[in-house]
């Protein structure tokens, strides 16, 4: 599904900041990625969604060259990957119904053809009562079941998760987790960056890809 | 965890309520973020300027074509005093001459008075001119439906009358026709500078808004929006902005040209008046030009729209990966 072949990355002309990452990501696989803050967590997840281009290597995703891709064929990608940043990204002038179905409107969807199974996900993670709030009234927890709802709109095939419990209590955090694993057992694979230790010890059957000075160990 | 305001509380539940409407429509770029206003001041000051320019080059190229239209049916025969002969008998008979030529509907040849009144702007009024040599002058109207032979016409003259000389106005009409075209060529010049300037504008203001939008671009990128989708999110905004501001401009344009054109028919009694007249005709546009100021309107918001959408495919050229 993703394949990353001696990956290195360096900004400008200072040191690299990836070296020789060298991994793959199977379908229906789950893994935690993780390290120390700034290792380079997020950074590695963009270079997964093609949203940075690798200094050298070779990154290949659903069997594409990303290399060879052009625009469109990054943006018909990107369709199969569901995300959910760290900061959310949540667009503060849309509702939370708006911000879920997102996804579907870039693509220029009939709006009626998605409304029921929005709402179907949002009443999923919690929000069906949340649909008309705004995301600034919204609390931390809240916005990020919203950001997940709209990482799984798509259905995706693969789904990034940029530290989804930073925000949240254990308690949620817990739930989070095992909405991640809900999905991932419906055929999703999931990556999940995070520097919490305990989270990954509650399952610790999953893969691990470790970050440190800018390599990469993987523990599986 | 928070709870809604009231306001949100008070909504119906979203079942019942038709989003299809609400939410295409519901811009992804906040109105808020784009300098809005300032904008569509600018765009209706620059759709102004250059529907005001269009509007003075099209009154100016409408005269020109008159005054060509009025000179180029008429010619002058000059009968020059000579000693020895007859200057009245002279004229009547260059009068009779080009009467009697094919294609020449009238030839009026004006008398003394009348030529010596020709000659009062320059020498004043109450001077006796009885003494000075003043040429005789016959008006030659030609018949617009019929060919005049005017090098027939010049040598039956010559033969006839030696001190004859017909003037067709064709190096005056030249010098006509060359002021006229300098001064639409200028205009023109003018009206393609104030487009730039208005699509530069758009541009820093597009530019603006994509900074100000970035992270709202950006998770559009991720989300899966193509470049084209983002661009029109942009171009729409500006194209509304483009006619707000083109609408105000051209109106402003159009209600300048009204103005003129009453404010010129109700002074065209006066000296001045007719003295503004012969050169700019009527002042009024009709309905040709004030059609060109709507599509120059039109024009100039269209421009603002496609200005933004080929800023923002440049910059997201430039913002993420891949080939274009």
């Known amino acids: 599904m993703v394949r990353f072949e001696n990956v290195g990355l360096r900004y400008g002309m200072g040191a690299e900041i990836l070296r020789d990452i060298t991994f793959d990501i199977a379908p229906r696989s789950f893994q935690f990625l993780t390290g120390p803050s700034g290792a ?4 590695l997840l963009r270079l997964i969604l093609l ?13 594409k060259d990303s290399g060879q891709l052009d625009k469109a064929a990054i943006t018909a990608l990107r369709r199969k990957v569901g995300v959910v940043f760290q900061d959310f990204r949540l667009l503060d002038h849309l509702t939370t119904y708006q911000n879920v179905a997102l996804p579907l409107r870039v693509q220029e969807r009939d709006e009626a053809s998605y409304r029921a199974e929005v709402m179907e996900l949002l009443r999923w993670v919690g929000l069906g009562d949340r649909m008309h709030v705004f995301p600034p009234v919204l609390s931390g927890g809240e916005k990020q079941r919203a950001a997940i709802a ?3 709109i798509m259905r995706p095939q693969l789904l990034l998760a940029d ?4 925000n949240v209590d254990p308690s949620l955090a817990r739930r989070l987790m095992r909405l991640f694993l809900e999905l991932h057992h419906s055929g999703t694979s999931v990556v999940i960056a995070t520097h919490d230790l305990a989270l990954m010890d509650q ?18 | 965890m928070t709870h809604a305001p009231d306001a949100e509380q008070a909504r119906p539940p979203i079942e019942s309520v038709d989003l299809a409407d609400a939410w295409s429509h519901t811009p992804l770029v906040p109105a808020e973020t784009v300098a809005g206003r300032a904008l569509a001041i600018v765009i209706a ?67 003394r008075q009348q030529s010596e009144d020709l000659l009062t702007p320059w020498l004043g009024s109450g001077l006796d001119l009885s003494q000075l040599p003043t040429p005789r002058l016959i008006m030659v109207r030609r018949d617009p439906g019929k060919t005049l032979d005017e090098i027939g016409l010049r040598s039956a003259l010559d033969s ?33 500078l104030v487009l730039i300037a208005l699509a530069l504008a758009v541009g820093f203001a597009t530019r603006g808004a994509m900074a100000g939008n970035r992270e709202i671009i950006e998770a559009l990128h991720f989300v899966g929006a193509a470049d084209g989708f983002i661009a029109r999110q942009f171009q729409f905004h500006f194209l509304r902005l483009g006619l707000r501001g083109a609408a105000a401009g051209g109106g402003a344009a159009i209600a300048l040209f009204l103005i003129l054109g009453f404010l010129s028919r109700h002074w065209s009694t006066s000296a001045s008046g007719e003295q503004a007249q012969a050169l ?13 100021i709507i599509v120059i309107s039109l024009g100039a918001a269209l421009l603002a729209g496609l200005m933004s959408r080929a800023i923002v495919f440049h910059a997201l050229r430039g913002f993420f990966g891949g080939k274009d």
Do not use: C
């Open chain 2, 45 to 111: 000051i620059m759709t102004f300027l250059a529907a005001l320019t269009a509007g003075f080059a099209i009154v100016l190229a409408d005269a020109s074509r008159e005054w060509r239209g009025d000179v180029g049916l008429e010619m002058t025969i000059q009968v020059l005093p000579r000693a020895g002969r007859d200057i009245e008998a002279d004229a009547a008979s260059a009068a009779k001459i080009a009467a009697a030529f094919p294609g020449v509907a009238e030839a009026r040849a004006f008398t």
């Open chain 1, 150 to 152: 709209r990482a799984l």
């Open chain 2, 280 to 292: 700019f005709g009527s002042f009024s546009l009709g309905f040709s030009g004030i059609v060109s």
């Open chain 2, 160 to 192: 006839a009358l030696p001190n004859a000389v017909l003037d067709n106005h064709g190096a005056w009409m030249q010098r006509l026709d060359t002021m006229a075209q300098v001064v639409v060529g200028a205009a023109a010049g003018i009206f393609i």
């Open chain 1, 51 to 63: 949203a940075l281009p690798p200094t050298r290597g070779l990154i290949t995703l659903f069997g």
């Open chain 1, 203 to 220: 399952f610790d059957g999953a893969r691990r890809l470790v970050l440190g000075d800018g390599r990469l160990h993987i523990y599986d």
């Open chain 1, 163 to 166: 530290e989804p419990t930073g």
């Open chain 1, 40 to 43: 380079g967590k997020t950074t």
